[in-house]
């Protein structure tokens, strides 16, 4: 009877070690979505649960801001920064005989080949003395090869996913455009960031809200994680304050990289669009849409939201009276990559003509492609509009035909948000152009 025992026994713990083994092993894992006999491999939810490890610490952050730790060593060049941990916080200040050159701190700790992990850090970022715009520059990085490393970097309010190369010194190799975030607290009030990586793309979410998405060059693995300061050799450096730093791996979590799609009927309550920065427009949710103009004659206005996107498609209906027998220059369309530095924009005009602009500081407003168009229906009827800036490639289309299309070699507008566009008359009125479904969608 004992051996009978000792021989069940043994059975059912060589069963359970065999289950750990294929659990911890990422590969032989039966996924739900790739595999439809996986529900009938796995007996219960409730053992996948107990067998699958999630978030490894690689950093607690306990650990991150000692005295001794690698992310607390100064330079050793005197002149650029003071660097000071204490109680779990790590300071860095301008020291007074800084040197007017561009200057860049970092530091990392090693990490083993990860594929996907998750990096979290509070900040609070305050201005030099006297300068009335923070330029202090500071943000979250990681290794993906021997000399290539991939940023985030936060400016102000702005941030740009960035690749560096790594040789006498760290140069932005590539980068997206700066991209502006209502979700930054503004200086002086801290900000938890936090990157969301895995095999092909990181996400930002800053204080809660997802923010931007950037592409992941990791296919070798991440071997060191870390964090920078940089100032520009004309701009002042005021204080940066690290704490709560952790970062965790999930190597064995199979993430969701679904598409980003943003819908809004306009029709109802929605917050997708800050009151704070329409004060010069009408800017009106009601029943029949937002209705949404400049308030001041022939001005131009445009309302930005949802998250900073690489390639991104936004549409929306637009409804105003268009005569194509009567002059006009009053104009409503949609606007994709909006950034720092520049923008594509593409409207439909009261008189039934169309525009595409590039839109950058050098260089604004500057019409790519226009003319008339009988796709654009006349009367105060709904017009679909569509714009697509995928790679090089701008496309804009009228009630779902390509009417405009080019290739985009002349500006670098990369990175950005969607949203509308509207130019008002000589007469402003609230109710001259009206937008309904709204949608910002992500293209891979």
Same mark, same amino acid.
């Given at each position: 009877m004992k051996l009978k025992t000792a021989a069940i026994y043994f059975f059912l713990l060589l069963i359970f070690h065999s289950g750990c083994q294929a659990a911890y092993n990422s590969e032989s894992t039966p996924s739900p979505?790739?595999?439809?006999?996986?529900?009938?491999? %796995?007996?219960?939810?409730?053992?996948?649960?107990?067998?699958?490890?999630?978030?490894?610490? =690689?950093?607690?952050?306990?650990d991150a801001f000692k005295s001794n730790s690698p992310l607390c060593q100064a330079d050793d060049d005197p002149g650029e920064f003071s660097v000071q941990c204490s109680d779990g916080?790590?300071?860095?200040? +301008?020291?007074?005989?800084?040197?007017?050159?561009?200057?860049?701190?970092?530091?990392?700790?090693?990490?083993?080949?990860?594929? +996907?992990?998750?990096?979290?850090?509070?900040?609070?970022?305050?201005?030099?003395?006297? =300068?009335?715009? @923070?330029?202090?520059?500071?943000? =979250?990085?990681?290794?993906?090869?021997?000399?290539?490393?991939?940023?985030?970097?936060?400016?102000?309010? /702005?941030?740009?996913?960035?690749?560096w190369l790594e040789q006498d010194d760290v140069k932005v190799s590539d980068r997206t455009n700066f991209s502006f975030t209502p979700h930054l607290n503004p200086a002086g009030q801290e900000n938890n960031l936090q990157l969301n990586c895995s095999r092909q793309i990181c996400d930002l979410i800053i204080?809660?809200? !997802?923010?931007?998405?950037?592409?992941?060059?990791?296919? *070798?693995?991440?071997?060191? %994680?870390?964090?920078?300061?940089?100032?520009?050799?004309? +701009? +002042?450096?005021g204080e940066i304050h690290f704490t709560n730093l952790q970062a965790t791996s999930d190597e064995n979590v199979m993430h969701d990289e679904k598409t980003y799609q943003l819908?809004?009927?306009?029709?109802?309550?929605?917050?997708?669009?800050?009151?704070?920065?329409?004060?010069?427009?009408?800017?009106e949710i009601e029943e029949d849409g937002f209705h949404f103009s400049p308030v001041s004659p022939s001005k131009n206005y445009r309302a930005i939201t949802g998250p900073a996107l690489?390639?991104?498609?936004?549409?929306?209906a637009?409804?105003?009276?268009?005569?194509?027998?009567?002059?006009?220059?009053?104009?409503? *369309?949609?606007?994709?990559?909006?950034?720092?530095?520049?923008? /594509?924009?593409?409207?439909?005009?009261?008189? *039934?003509?169309?525009?595409?602009?590039? @839109?950058?500081?050098?260089?604004?407003?500057?019409?790519? %492609?226009?003319?008339k168009s009988e796709r654009i229906r006349p009367g105060l009827q709904e017009n679909r509009l569509r714009l697509d800036c995928i790679g090089d490639q701008i496309d804009f289309y009228i009630?779902?035909? %390509?009417?405009?299309?080019?290739?985009?070699?002349?500006?670098?507008?990369?990175?950005?948000?969607?949203?509308? !566009?509207?130019?008002?008359?000589?007469?402003? @009125?609230?109710?001259?152009? =009206?937008?309904?479904d709204l949608t910002i969608r992500e293209v891979r």
């Open positions: 979505e790739s595999d439809p006999t996986a529900a009938e491999i %796995l007996p219960t939810a409730t053992a996948v649960e107990e067998l699958v490890p999630t978030a490894v610490p =690689i950093l607690a952050q306990d916080n790590l300071v860095i200040s +301008q020291e007074p005989g800084r040197k007017a050159r561009e200057i860049t701190w970092y530091r990392d700790i090693p990490a083993n080949d990860l594929q +996907q992990f998750q990096i979290q850090i509070n900040v609070r970022s305050l201005p030099a003395e006297g =300068i009335p715009v @923070d330029e202090n520059q500071y943000g =979250i990085f990681f290794r993906a090869g021997e000399n290539t490393i991939q940023a985030l970097r936060i400016m102000n309010q /702005y941030f740009s996913f960035q690749d204080n809660g809200e !997802f923010s931007g998405r950037g592409s992941m060059d990791g296919a *070798g693995g991440v071997n060191a %994680l870390g964090i920078f300061i940089a100032s520009d050799w004309d +701009q +002042q450096f819908f809004d009927s306009l029709t109802g309550e929605t917050e997708i669009f800050s009151k704070a920065g329409l004060s010069g427009a009408f800017s690489e390639n991104m498609s936004v549409e929306a637009v409804f105003m009276e268009i005569d194509p027998e009567k002059s006009s220059n009053h104009f409503g *369309g949609l606007i994709c990559r909006s950034s720092l530095e520049g923008r /594509y924009m593409a409207v439909i005009r009261a008189d *039934g003509t169309y525009t595409v602009y590039s @839109d950058t500081p050098n260089f604004p407003l500057t019409p790519r %492609l226009e003319g009630n779902e035909e %390509l009417t405009a299309s080019f290739n985009e070699k002349r500006f670098d507008i990369n990175y950005g948000r969607g949203g509308l !566009f509207t130019k008002a008359g000589p007469q402003p @009125d609230p109710d001259t152009i =009206i937008f309904r």
